[in-house]
């Protein structure tokens, strides 16, 4: 056994109510963004949140193999979830799980009403999601950075996609639950949201919540998703600055 097992927390929240991460209870975890990390993809991304590491590469619209999957109506969108090996605490077998088939499904069904599939009938984009480190939230960590991949890959979108967990320690409400909390905590609710139209793509329930706890979490959930939303905004924008820049200075080159 590990000597960095973790240790199983007595308490979650300490006397002044903060986190064991020294965060709030409406907190989101230190979160860095980026677009365009890998060259050879059409488009990527990569997601720092709290201790999760994640890498997205997006190929497509292209042809789609094996062709008898092909729609006729409408683009496959294929979203492929992985845990690295040494991704968590014990050793994660490298042959997928019934945990990753099942994410791959629910990570595409968040992301697909974003997407114009019925524009490109026949074709097939591929979301390839490597989690490099894993510490809870995981799903939502790689719907936010697979819309940015899809976005760096210029796949038009009605809205950009964004995901964010609220949970419950200790009977309170907190916001964006890392692993401990995930595992000793007694609830857990990812959503995930087109924050423009406003309009909710997913939404798991794990633990017991009454209706008041379920209405606060679900608004928690929210409102980090938007703060979540500004970061992705950021970023996609500060890569058409820096083209906007680079073509600026050719064109000023060519005078
Ligand atoms: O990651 P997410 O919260 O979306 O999914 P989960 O199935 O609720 O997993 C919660 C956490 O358990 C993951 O983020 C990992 O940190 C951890 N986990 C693990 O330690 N070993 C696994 N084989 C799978 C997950």
Same mark, same amino acid.
């Given at each position: 056994m590990s000597l960095l097992k973790q240790s199983i927390p007595t308490k979650?929240? =300490? =006397?002044?109510g903060m986190r064991l991460d020294g965060r709030r209870l409406d907190e989101l975890r230190p979160t860095k963004l980026e677009m365009g990390t890998l060259k &050879?993809? =059409?488009g990527s991304a990569y997601i720092e949140q709290g201790k999760n590491k994640i890498l997205v590469a997006v190929y497509g619209p292209r042809e789609l193999h094996p062709h008898h999957l092909?729609?006729?109506d409408r683009c496959l969108l294929r979203c492929i979830y992985r845990m690295a090996s040494f991704s968590v605490e014990e050793r994660k077998s490298p042959a997928p799980g019934r945990r990753e088939i099942e994410l #791959?499904?629910? +990570? &595409? *069904?968040?992301i697909e009403p974003a997407l114009f599939l019925e524009e490109y009938p026949r074709a097939g984009i591929d979301v390839y999601i490597q +989690?490099?480190?894993a510490d809870g939230g995981t799903r939502c960590a790689s719907i936010t950075a697979a819309s940015l991949a899809l976005a760096d890959a210029g796949i038009p979108m009605r809205d950009i996609v964004v995901a964010c967990a609220a949970g419950k320690v200790e009977d309170q409400v907190v916001l964006d639950i890392d692993d401990v909390e995930d595992k000793y905590g007694t609830g857990d609710m990812p959503v995930a949201m087109m924050p423009r139209k406003n309009e909710i793509t997913l939404l798991q329930l794990d633990g017991i919540f #009454?209706? *008041?706890e379920f209405q606060k979490a679900l608004e928690l959930a929210q409102q980090g998703c938007k703060q979540l939303y500004e970061l992705q905004r950021s970023v996609i924008k500060e890569k058409y600055k820096t083209i906007r820049e680079e073509v600026g200075g050719d064109e000023k080159k060519e005078k």
């Open positions: 979650l929240l =300490d =006397d002044n &050879r993809a =059409d092909a729609l006729p #791959s499904k629910v +990570i &595409r *069904e968040a +989690i490099l480190q #009454s209706p *008041e």
